[in-house]
């Protein structure tokens, strides 16, 4: 029988035949039984990415879709049983892809489509109270004295496209008339509860979330952000369950 890496092959790429080896325990022919087979394969992984992006599907319609999938698939073989992680480099899959030229944002709305499904399967995680919350930040040494951790579920996406306008226009009437697609955006995702929820915020809120990510202190984060609203940016942060933990930073003797 063929090995396993030919078989795979077969598998991905309609334009192999058969593995050689192969046999059907009915009489049945086995090149056209791997062939249903393999139709099968490819049409459950078109199918998982067809899931994960139908925002992107929408934008180019279903023929389309399914045509550039289908290539990408031959590809790009799963790495995981689990399917949910199936095409977390499909953005840059079609960035690189020549007929999807005439969608430019199309590759941003396919990275905001995948932080989704990433908040979706993150992590779980106990948000702090609000009473504890305002107790640490009432000193006004706070913003000095605490780091922030926040929920494994969040994450930001930075484009030169209006991919959370786009985005959020096919929740609903899917048009996208009236949107400057050329206005670009901060998108904040995050999963509250049960709920994956996705927030446009300003330059200096995404940077300062950013900050506070790479483990600096309330203070360092806010001076090395552009001007924003920073009351704003943590009352978000607060409602939406965020964040998880405030850690006091140690102060050298």
């Not at 046999?23 to 099968?40: C, E, H, I, K, L």
């Not at 499904?117 to 109270?129: C, I, K, N, T, W």
Request: aromatic letters at 8%; a negative charge.
């Amino acid at each position: 029988m063929s090995n396993q890496a030919d078989f795979a092959a077969a598998l991905l790429n309609p334009q192999q035949p058969c593995p050689d080896g192969l046999f059907s325990v009915n009489g049945a022919d086995p090149a056209s039984r791997f062939t249903v087979y393999r139709n099968n394969v490819q049409s459950s992984l078109i199918n998982a990415l067809t899931d994960s992006y139908p925002v992107v599907l929408q934008l180019v319609g279903e023929e389309f879709f399914r045509a550039m999938s289908g290539i990408y698939v031959q590809s790009t073989p799963p790495r995981s049983p689990l399917m949910n992680g199936y095409g977390d480099d499909f953005a840059a899959f079609i960035e690189g892809f020549a007929p999807a030229a005439s969608v430019p944002y199309l590759a941003d709305v396919a990275r905001l489509e995948r932080l989704r499904v990433m908040a979706y399967h993150a992590a779980d995680a106990q948000p702090l109270g609000n009473e504890q919350i305002a107790a640490a930040l009432a000193d006004p040494q706070a913003l000095s004295e605490f780091t922030v951790e926040l929920h494994p579920s969040l994450n930001l996406l930075n484009s030169t496209y209006a991919v959370v306008a786009i985005w959020a226009a096919h929740q609903q009437e899917a048009t996208l008339t009236g949107i400057d697609l050329t206005q670009g955006q901060h998108a904040l995702v995050l999963r509250n509860g049960l709920d994956v929820e996705v927030f446009a915020i300003d330059q200096g809120a995404s940077a300062f979330i950013q900050n506070l990510q790479n483990g600096h202190s309330l203070l360092q984060a806010l001076e090395a952000a552009p001007a924003f609203d920073l009351s704003q940016t943590l009352t978000l942060l607060i409602s939406r369950n965020a964040i998880t933990h405030l850690h006091k930073n140690k102060v050298s003797p």
